[in-house]
């Protein structure tokens, strides 16, 4: 009964559950009023989520809003409808918005909807101080309490009948900015604002410009006065005296100054008024200022002077401004139009002025010492006037030059620059100096004493011939330097070595090594090497060839090894051959001597082994025969006594012979002188008749 219940119960659970069938068809989100807002007004953000289900049946909705990515409002709720309410919109509730809704399981997103909260609220001002003074500086502080970063804030200064000042000061993390504006001279009542900015997406939006707070300036002292006396009508040679004053309402730190241009000419602290006199001359005349300072307060007037000329400024003139030394020269000195003017002559140094002459007129005979500048002064009830100056240059002759090569030595590389020098020991400067190769003008300078000319142009058969022209203002004309011949030097290119024997060379013998080069200059030095663990100079020679030989006598087996050659000339860059290999090796003659000891050594043993082995068989014979030698013997006698040769040759038997001793000796072993000249003794033997058996085993 159980288990039937239980099977009841899960078929009800799964009609169940398949009666809560739901779906999301749509989720979507609203504003209220509209997607733009009026900044303070009311604002409702509505998330509805449209669902189809099977039946009617609750579902817990949760629903979230989204401000620009952020969590700004969450709710649950078994309505398909979530309200986030805003009383007052502000600008910061500017924005993306969207939402999401959950339910058992399943989520469904709106779309995003822009929301524009027009306006900005109204900035408020304030101000350190109500008064200040010249100098000083107000500090303001704006104000957007209900507004959210980042901002940009705009603060002007007001003054009357001028445009307004402005300052921008944008802030990135907070709702406020301050600023400080200085007060300057001319500053009575100012009048300050703000006004603040936000980005949008439309652009910028600019918020109501702020209360309007005012400043009264006081002034520390009034702008100064300048007075000259006399007033006008001021000639060269009258006393004009300046006064420049203010009023002050506290003296301490007061500071008054006179100036022309950039010039001051006088100045005074913590006094009302300053003066300054001078005997007038027409330099005198241009824009005096006066300048009253304290503190960061500065006050200014200007003044022009013009003072009138009592007489022009003299003119020198000279006979001529460029003159040969020992030459005579006349300056003199003029005023136009005017007479009664007490006149000196004198030159220009950097020590001073040195007085050449009480007069208008001055003569002399120069000398290169009297090159320089020259003025005349002219005096008139203490003014004193001067003319321009005037550049007398005096000219020695120039002397022969002389051309080198600066280098020292009179040759230069082929493919090098050669660098030549033409120098004039003496003649006054400036000296022109022109270069030639052969007859052609290869460059003008103009120098002191002495010019330098680089020839990059240097060829195979270029021999010299340069020279050098000297010149200046004296009227003796040029001089021409002697001619200078350059040698060209060819750098060495291509060194080869030989050798005669090549390769091999035998003991004792010569060999001869060629090395060469396929050109450059002479003399070239030769040097001969022998690579080792080091490099071994073997020998060295200077020849005026393009090759050399050296001999080695006496070769040796030590000898053998790699060798190569080595070329430099006055070019200095050393050319090495490639190497090549010496071998030495016996000669013929040491050659027949080791090839006739090794045959006499192969023959002695030979000889050696040979007698070995004949004395080895003779000492296994001798045994055998000693055995047979007693019964043989009596036979073989009388053998050889009775038995006559049948075709008429002697024959000795085996090669032997016997001895007394029943020994047998070799044939050869029994010639001797002896053994000729001996007489042979004769024995009668008795010869039984012999065995029918035994005879013819002989027979046999």
Request: aromatic letters at 8%; charged letters at 25%.
């Amino acid at each position: 009964m159980y288990l039937a219940l239980l099977v009841i119960f899960l078929q009800c659970s799964e009609l169940y559950a398949q009666g809560k069938v739901f779906t999301f068809n749509k989720v979507e989100i609203r504003v209220q009023p509209s997607v733009k807002v009026k900044n303070g007004a009311p604002m409702s953000i509505i998330c509805h989520a449209d669902i189809s289900k099977t039946n009617d049946f609750q579902l817990k909705h949760n629903f979230t809003i989204f401000k620009n990515g952020k969590l700004v409002f969450m709710t649950i709720s078994h309505k398909e409808d979530a309200r986030y309410e805003i009383p007052v919109a502000r600008s910061s509730d500017t924005g993306d918005y969207e939402c999401t809704v959950t339910a058992d399981g399943k989520k469904g997103f709106s779309n995003s909807i822009y929301v524009w909260v027009a306006g900005m609220t109204k900035p408020i001002l304030t101000a350190d101080k109500k008064e200040v003074s010249e100098g000083e500086v107000v500090k303001l502080r704006c104000e957007l309490p209900e507004e959210v970063p980042p901002l940009e804030f705009f603060f002007r200064k007001i003054k009357t009948n001028s445009a307004p000042k402005e300052k921008r000061v944008p802030e990135q993390n907070q709702n406020f900015s301050e600023v400080e504006f200085p007060v300057e001279e001319g500053d009575n009542i100012l009048q300050f604002d703000c006004f603040g900015k936000r980005q949008v997406r439309s652009g910028w939006e600019s918020s109501q410009h702020s209360n309007s707070t005012l400043v009264t300036v006081k002034e520390p002292f009034i702008k100064p006065t300048l007075i000259t006396r006399p007033s006008g009508n001021i000639t060269e040679g009258d006393q004009i005296e300046f006064e420049c004053s203010t009023e002050v309402a506290q003296m301490r730190g007061i500071e008054i100054i006179l100036q022309k241009n950039r010039t001051i000419l006088n100045s005074v602290r913590n006094e009302k008024s300053l003066k300054y006199s001078t005997v007038a001359i027409q330099e005198d005349s241009g824009e005096y200022l006066c300048k009253v300072e304290q503190g960061a307060v500065s006050k200014a007037t200007k003044l022009n002077v013009f003072v009138s000329e009592l007489f022009p400024k003299p003119t020198l003139s000279a006979s001529m401004t460029k003159l040969d030394e020992s030459k005579d020269l006349r300056l003199s000195c003029n005023i136009n139009d005017f007479q009664g003017a007490n006149f000196s002559i004198v030159r220009k140094s950097s020590t001073g002025d040195i007085l050449l002459k009480n007069s208008r007129v001055l003569v002399i005979k120069v000398n290169v010492n009297d090159t320089g500048s020259y003025t005349c002064k002219a005096e008139v009830k203490g003014i004193v006037k001067e003319s321009k100056r005037v550049r007398i240059n005096v000219y020695a002759p120039v002397s022969k030059p002389t051309l080198s090569v600066v280098s020292g030595s009179p040759e230069v590389i082929l493919g090098k620059p050669l660098q030549l020098i033409c120098h004039s020991v003496m003649g006054t400067p400036p000296i022109t100096f022109t270069f030639y190769k052969g007859n052609e003008i290869k460059k003008n300078v103009t120098n002191n004493t002495y010019a330098v000319f680089l020839d990059e142009d240097i060829g195979l058969n270029d021999n010299g011939a340069y020279k050098c022209d000297a010149r200046n203002n004296h009227s003796s004309g040029v001089k021409t330097s002697n001619i200078l011949n350059v040698t060209v030097i060819v750098p060495i290119k291509g060194a080869s070595l030989g050798s005669v024997p090549y390769g091999e060379v035998e003991v004792g013998s010569d060999t001869a090594f060629l090395c060469s080069v396929k050109e450059g200059s002479w003399p070239i030095d030769f040097k001969f090497f022998k690579k080792t663990d080091h490099e071994v100079l073997l020998h060295e020679v200077r020849e005026y060839s393009d090759r050399t030989i050296w001999h080695k006598k006496t070769m040796k087996r030590k000898d053998t090894g790699t060798y190569y050659c080595m070329a430099s000339n006055r070019a200095s860059v050393d050319v090495r051959s490639r190497p090549i290999t010496i071998s030495v090796i016996l000669a013929t003659w040491q050659k027949g001597i080791i090839a006739a000891f090794v045959l006499t050594a192969i023959a002695g043993v030979g000889a050696l082994a040979l007698w070995w082995f004949l004395r080895k068989k003779k000492k296994a014979k001798g045994p055998s025969m000693e055995m047979s030698g007693s019964a043989l013997a009596p036979n073989l006698t009388n053998e050889k006594l009775t038995r006559q040769p049948s075709d008429g040759n002697y024959y000795s038997g085996s090669g032997y012979i016997e001895d007394n001793e029943n020994h047998m000796k070799s044939t050869d072993e029994s010639k001797g002188p002896d053994l000729e000249s001996a007489e042979v003794d004769y024995t009668e033997v008795e010869v039984s008749s012999l065995d029918p058996h035994r005879e013819n085993i002989w027979a046999s």
